[in-house]
């Protein structure tokens, strides 16, 4: 089992920041890449970005792109996810995910952490 913690969620105005973090205890060996997702209200959980274990890859939305920033501390097993130039279409419940698959195919999820950007 692997459990996974968010944070770092709030309320912020539109144009500015907030950093996640996501914080990963358990049996996390064998760890090969982790993800944020977001839900908004009425809509599907999408995908946010990802970064492999080593750090060496990294992937974004487009929606995010040029704006979002995904981070590792291996020492830490902590995720971070810095968002800037926030927009209120960002507002959503962004989760925390956990992968051991090459594939695109995450196995444990976080709680989720509120994001609500205010226009």
């Known amino acids: 089992q692997v459990q996974l913690v968010e944070s770092g969620g709030g309320l912020v105005q539109a144009g500015g920041s907030l950093r996640l973090s996501c914080a990963a205890s358990?049996?996390?060996?064998?760890?090969?890449?982790m993800g944020w997702f977001r839900q908004a209200p009425g809509k599907e959980r999408e995908f946010v970005s990802a970064?492999?274990?080593?750090?060496?890859?990294?992937v974004y939305a487009d929606s995010v792109k040029g704006r979002f920033t995904i981070s590792i501390d291996n020492a830490k097993k902590t995720v971070y996810l810095q968002m800037n130039s926030l927009k209120s279409e960002d507002t959503a419940v962004y989760y925390c995910?956990?992968?051991?698959?090459?594939?695109?195919?995450?196995?444990?999820w976080g709680q989720g952490t509120q994001v609500t950007v205010s226009s």
């Open positions: 970064i492999t274990w080593s750090g060496g890859s990294e």
């Open positions: 995910a956990w992968s051991s698959w090459a594939q695109p195919r995450y196995d444990y």
């Open positions: 358990g049996r996390t060996l064998g760890t090969y890449r």
